[in-house]
């Protein structure tokens, strides 16, 4: 499973789109923001019957996002037992120097500026895909 961490919705479908069109069958679970990423992985709210051993492969996390912003759902993630070891991808518009270390600072494994052009975009998509879901391993019972 993918979780998608995306309040725009253009970039949401754009996404979408981009991860299917790269015949990548991992079942996507979208969130709109922040508080909704934390009670999803948390199991909290909405997501209180979902089974917390079920964690994402890869969570795909924008920054600008309402509510609770990228990197402080970043930071309670590397704080808590259950998601410390979860694999963050930071898939962003932002260009600022300042974001990515902080990314980098939090714990993020990969920052990635999200192309503008849709075909460099549907690369970026193919390459997170075969990188996170096919050849990164992570430990058992994670």
């Given at each position: 499973?993918?979780?998608?961490?995306?309040?725009?919705?253009?970039?949401?479908?754009?996404?979408?789109?981009?991860?299917?069109?790269?015949?990548?069958?991992?079942?996507?679970?979208?969130?709109?923001?922040?508080?909704?990423?934390?009670?999803?992985?948390?199991?909290?709210?909405?997501?209180?019957?979902?089974?917390?051993?079920?964690?994402?492969?890869?969570?795909?996390?924008?920054?600008?996002?309402?509510?609770?912003?990228?990197?402080?759902?970043?930071?309670?993630l590397?704080?808590?037992?259950?998601?410390?070891?979860?694999?963050?991808?930071?898939?962003?518009?932002?260009?600022?120097?300042?974001?990515?270390?902080d990314?980098?600072?939090?714990?993020?494994?990969?920052?990635?500026?999200?192309?503008?052009?849709?075909?460099?975009?549907?690369?970026?998509?193919?390459?997170l895909?075969?990188?996170?879901?096919?050849?990164?391993?992570?430990?058992?019972?994670?």
């Amino acid at each position: 499973m993918i979780l998608l961490v995306e309040d725009n919705a253009d970039d949401e479908a754009l996404t979408l789109r981009a991860l299917k069109k790269n015949h990548i069958g991992h079942k996507v679970f979208v969130v709109r923001d922040g508080a909704e990423a934390l009670d999803f992985l948390f199991c909290k709210g909405a997501y209180a019957d979902r089974d917390p051993n079920e964690l994402p492969q890869v969570t795909l996390l924008d920054l600008k996002l309402p509510k609770v912003d990228g990197l402080e759902v970043l930071r309670r993630l590397r704080s808590d037992e259950r998601t410390e070891g979860l694999p963050v991808v930071i898939l962003t518009s932002s260009n600022e120097e300042r974001d990515m270390m902080d990314g980098y600072k939090f714990g993020a494994n990969s920052y990635v500026r999200k192309p503008v052009d849709f075909n460099e975009f549907l690369e970026a998509a193919r390459q997170l895909g075969l990188y996170w879901l096919e050849l990164n391993k992570v430990p058992q019972g994670r």
